[in-house]
């Protein structure tokens, strides 16, 4: 009789210590544990024999047992499913990153326009491919701000960037010029200053100017350095590199005829150069200029981009061409009318 008794209160004892039967709040466990004790009913009342009297013992045991341990399973699913709800809650109330890059640009659809320039897009139609005279005069009617507005033109190339053969940088000397001020800075030691101050350069320095230009001086639109200044001007990379105004054979902007390369960039010698993308700015007038100048120009720049085709350029050189405004709608132009252009012979 004993030995039952031991036995099933050890077995209690081993679920209540593994399981911690004492939780501080109210749970299943505590509901299950606050029914009738089955094992507290007096042996006395138990009839027949010893052996069976153990066996009731045993039973009952069992049966408390197990309705512990359903109880504490039972209150481990609720701790699970609570821990999951706080972490679903957590993550719908965190806030979304910040998009970088390409992905945070404002998509297409999403853009909004001036009625200003929802009006003169109307003057176009956006697919149809126009005629170097036709667009040049379509874009002079466009231009209707307050100010001077620049004119540019946009091509499209069959070029990859990313390979040194299909790099294109080069310049081109527009006849009729940009119409602006250029300011020109000079670096050069010696003989060399002489000859910059007499050409007109606006700004002509040597070490001095290197140092200002450190310091964050850059009121110049063009750098021309003699070459042997260039071993003092690598170090200005870091600072001239990103605004396009470090000094490149390629560019014209590292010469020994100082004099020539002002009076270049003066008459209006624009460098340009082929993006990421293959695609190639260059501005080439003002929309005040006369449509026979603003003609000679875009041709002379068309010409440019032709003659310096890179060497590893394959296949279709010209994907499009669109000429524009500052402010103004893009006008797609015809590939094949723009390259075999021929302007007209004056009588």
Known sequence: ???CATHSSLMLAYAARSQDLTPPTPSLFSFASSRPNHLSVPLLLLGGSRDRRCAAIDRASNRAFQVIVSAVAAEADLDTEEQDLEQTATAVLDPPKPKKGKAALVLKRDRTRS???LEIQKLRETKKEYDVITAISLLKQTANTRFVESVEAHFRLNIDPKYNDQQLRATVSLPKGTGQTVIVAVL???EKVDEAKNA???IVGSDDLIEQIKGGFMEFDKLIASPDMMVKVAGLGKILGPRGLM?????GTVTANI?????EFKKGKVEFRADKTGIVHIPFGKV?????DLLINFLAAVKSVETNKPKGAKGVYWKSAHICSSMGPSIKLN??????FKPPTAN
């Open 1 to 3: 009789m004993a030995a």
């Open 115 to 117: 009625k200003r320039f």
């Open 188 to 190: 050069a030691q010696g």
């Open 200 to 202: 007109g350069a606006d």
């Open 247 to 251: 000094p490149n054979p390629k560019a």
């Open 259 to 263: 004099p020539q390369a002002i009076e």
């Open 288 to 292: 005040n200029f006369t449509e026979e």
């Open 335 to 340: 590939i094949r009318e723009m390259i075999d």
